[in-house]
Nanobody, 127 residues
Framework: QEQLVESGGGLVQAGGSLRLSCAAS????????TGWFRQAPGKEREFVAA????????NYADSVKGRFTISRDNAKRTFYLQMNSLKPEDTAVYYC????????????????????WGQGTQVTVSS
């Protein structure tokens, strides 16, 4: 069973950058597909980015393509979300997620596809 601990949120001006980290506790992290989601006040949790267990396949929401990058370091049992050119509309609580995946290239883009979640970290982008 995986436990996920997030870090790296904060307050940043529009156009700035942040990097979120999500550290996993389990020894089988390399077998897990990973993802990032976000939830703004009054809105549903939405998909941001996903990465296969191999790290070779990624998928991004249209709203973040070209600005955000998801990556992972299996040796550190950690995955990341690099966020550049941040906009006020990126303001939300960001959640990391992980799911055991028997398929090395599979990416999961819906909340229902993930069993394990981080506690969430606030990202606020000021205009």
């Amino acid at each position: 069973q995986e436990q996920l601990v997030e870090s790296g949120g904060g307050l940043v001006q529009a156009g700035g950058s942040l990097r979120l980290s999500c550290a996993a506790s389990g020894r089988t992290f390399s077998s897990y597909a990973t993802g990032w989601f976000r939830q703004a006040p009054g809105k549903e949790r939405e998909f941001v980015a996903a990465l296969s267990r191999s790290g070779s396949f990624a998928n991004y929401a249209d709203s973040v393509k070209g600005r955000f990058t998801i990556s992972r370091d299996n040796a550190k049992r950690t995955f990341y979300l690099q966020m550049n050119s941040l906009k006020p509309e990126d303001t939300a609580v960001y959640y990391c997620a992980a799911q055991w995946s028997p398929i090395t290239h599979a990416v999961h883009t819906t909340t229902e596809q993930y069993d394990y979640w981080g506690q969430g970290t606030q990202v606020t982008v000021s205009s």
